[in-house]
């Protein structure tokens, strides 16, 4: 009999909280001002980044490649903020566009990598079974100024796309494109019509539940953690969502 030996699954439950912290809320936002998709299209710029670092020889999770991937990342941002000012209409087909524009880049650096594709699947499905305990210090600080930023200064304007690439940017190295989607968009559109706290702290219910679910799942039956996170978030928030639709009526 299996049995789950939290020595492991312990740090990535606790990256699961920390990315948690910042993408119910984002994704809130997200869903409220109707762009769906700028989540993977930074995601994947991110990646982009990472992927140049990685070609270059940079060392993976050090300070070079960290700095590849946010700029990658906030000039990303920049771009999709363009989009917004100067051409609102066509602003979620241009999203979509960079997403793939980035998704093709990578494919054409990863080409000429004998372990291209190998890392490539790594950033678009997470390494959260293989989190270390440095990585979470910093996660956990990045994380900490992006709240204080969110609270005290706002996010109108450029700022929201700042402060999303800088969230994005940490987490998808840890948790991948797959579940940086997932942990933004599916528990946001489960509370889309609570109140802001009552909402937020249900979406941080949602969450939880599905990382934690999903790690023991991945543990006993030696499955991929990142792919069963995504699917008990969306089995848990569904009904969830459903549930709660109801109720407000």
């Given at each position: 009999?299996?049995?789950?030996d939290?020595?492991i699954?312990?740090?990535?439950?606790?990256?699961?909280?920390l990315?948690?912290?910042?993408?119910?809320?984002?994704g809130?936002?997200?869903?409220?001002?109707?762009?769906?998709?700028?989540?993977?299209?930074?995601?994947?710029?991110?990646?982009?980044?990472?992927?140049?670092?990685?070609?270059?020889?940079?060392p993976?999770?050090?300070?070079e490649?960290?700095?590849?991937?946010?700029?990658a990342?906030?000039?990303?941002?920049?771009?999709?903020?363009s989009?917004?000012?100067?051409?609102?209409?066509?602003?979620?087909?241009?999203?979509?566009?960079?997403?793939?524009?980035?998704?093709?880049?990578?494919?054409?650096?990863?080409?000429?990598n004998?372990h291209?594709?190998?890392h490539?699947?790594?950033?678009?499905?997470?390494?959260?079974?293989?989190?270390?305990?440095?990585?979470?210090?910093?996660?956990?600080?990045?994380?900490?100024?992006?709240?204080l930023l969110?609270n005290l200064?706002?996010?109108?304007?450029?700022?929201?796309?700042?402060?999303?690439?800088?969230?994005?940017?940490?987490?998808?190295?840890?948790?991948?494109?797959?579940?940086?989607?997932?942990?933004?968009?599916?528990?946001?559109?489960?509370?889309?019509?609570?109140?802001?706290?009552?909402?937020?702290?249900?979406?941080?219910v949602?969450?939880v539940?599905?990382?934690?679910?999903?790690?023991?799942?991945?543990s006993?039956?030696d499955?991929?953690?990142?792919?069963?996170?995504?699917?008990?978030?969306?089995?848990?928030?569904?009904?969830?969502?459903?549930?709660?639709?109801?109720?407000?009526?």
């Amino acid at each position: 009999m299996n049995i789950v030996d939290w020595s492991i699954i312990g740090p990535p439950f606790l990256a699961g909280l920390l990315v948690l912290s910042t993408h119910v809320l984002l994704g809130r936002e997200v869903l409220r001002r109707g762009i769906i998709f700028i989540d993977l299209a930074i995601a994947q710029i991110a990646v982009l980044g990472v992927l140049l670092a990685q070609q270059l020889g940079w060392p993976e999770g050090g300070w070079e490649t960290q700095a590849a991937a946010l700029t990658a990342a906030l000039g990303g941002a920049l771009l999709l903020y363009s989009f917004e000012r100067f051409w609102p209409r066509e602003q979620e087909a241009l999203i979509g566009i960079s997403f793939v524009l980035a998704a093709s880049g990578g494919l054409l650096i990863s080409a000429s990598n004998p372990h291209g594709a190998e890392h490539l699947q790594e950033l678009l499905t997470g390494q959260l079974l293989w989190v270390r305990w440095s990585q979470l210090q910093w996660m956990a600080g990045l994380y900490a100024l992006i709240l204080l930023l969110w609270n005290l200064m706002g996010y109108q304007g450029r700022r929201f796309y700042v402060l999303f690439s800088l969230a994005v940017t940490a987490s998808v190295q840890v948790v991948g494109v797959y579940l940086v989607f997932a942990s933004l968009i599916i528990p946001a559109l489960a509370i889309r019509k609570l109140p802001r706290y009552k909402g937020l702290v249900t979406g941080y219910v949602i969450g939880v539940l599905a990382y934690g679910g999903g790690l023991v799942i991945s543990s006993l039956y030696d499955l991929p953690a990142g792919p069963v996170v995504v699917w008990l978030l969306a089995l848990i928030a569904v009904p969830g969502g459903v549930f709660l639709a109801r109720h407000l009526r």
